[in-house]
């Protein structure tokens, strides 16, 4: 059902000619890492490979090569957005909750809980890195452009509050009314990161990555 709606809503044929640079992260079955799917590389299976959940779908082949939910081993994926000509401010926008309220107690929340926390520790282990990188460049130890690294600004607009108060369950809820208080959660969201932290984009970051995130 996912490929008729990606072949009805996306003009593929665009996405491949356009000059901004798209990055999707995949993970390859066999070699056991993860594949990154550039702009002129788009296509329905590379975006059905990006969502594929080995528990719910088999693997999807692409030039022979079976790849699963690029999640697993970057999610997302920040490396292209280093080494290459782009902006020095990342904003992310996560879709899983890093922090909740109370410890899950029923299985299928606890499976729910932990696939989160496997979820979010691709993008943990990058900000890690990306903070040594600013500690280096701040104490004088490494200068921008050195080994091609440079300075990053993150910014985040925060879904925590929303995210997680939602359970196992919504995951699976495809009701109109549910996809709509999702869509007026992310404007609110947005909002107020824009009123908030807006101002610091081409300047600081607007989130202590350390405090926040390790």
């Known amino acids: 059902p996912l490929r008729r709606v990606l ?3 996306v003009d593929f044929e ?3 000619a356009s000059s901004i ?5 995949t993970t390859a079955v066999r070699a056991g890492r993860s594949r990154i799917f550039k702009s002129d590389e788009m296509a ?3 975006l059905l490979a990006s969502a594929c959940l080995p528990q719910l779908f088999q693997a999807v082949e692409i030039e022979g090569e079976p790849y699963w939910d690029g999640g697993y081993l970057a ?8 080494y290459t000509d782009t902006p020095d401010d990342i904003l992310l926008l ?3 909750p890093f922090q909740r309220d109370e410890a899950p107690r029923e299985a299928g929340d606890i499976n729910d809980r932990l696939n989160e926390i496997v ?3 691709p993008l943990v282990a990058e900000l890690r890195a990306v903070a040594f990188v600013q500690d280096l460049i701040a104490e004088g130890k490494l200068k921008p452009g050195e080994d091609r690294r440079r300075g990053i600004r993150i910014h985040v607009i925060e879904a925590d509050e929303w995210l997680g108060e ?3 369950h919504s995951k699976f809820d495809t009701e109109w009314t549910y996809l709509n208080k999702l869509k007026q959660h992310g404007r609110t969201a947005a909002e107020a990161w824009l009123e908030s932290c807006l101002p610091k984009v081409g300047k600081a970051s607007s989130v202590d990555v350390k405090a926040r995130f390790l």
């Not at 640079?21 to 992260?25: D, E, G, I, N, Y």
């Not at 999610?75 to 280093?82: D, Q, S």
């Open 166 to 168: 939602e359970s196992l």
């Open 119 to 121: 979820f979010n520790a």
């Open 44 to 46: 329905p299976e590379v």
């Open 21 to 25: 640079r798209m990055f999707v992260s």
């Open 7 to 9: 072949e009805t809503a």
């Open 14 to 16: 665009a996405l491949r």
């Open 94 to 96: 996560p879709l899983n």
């Open 75 to 82: 999610n997302p994926a920040l490396w292209p957005l280093f």
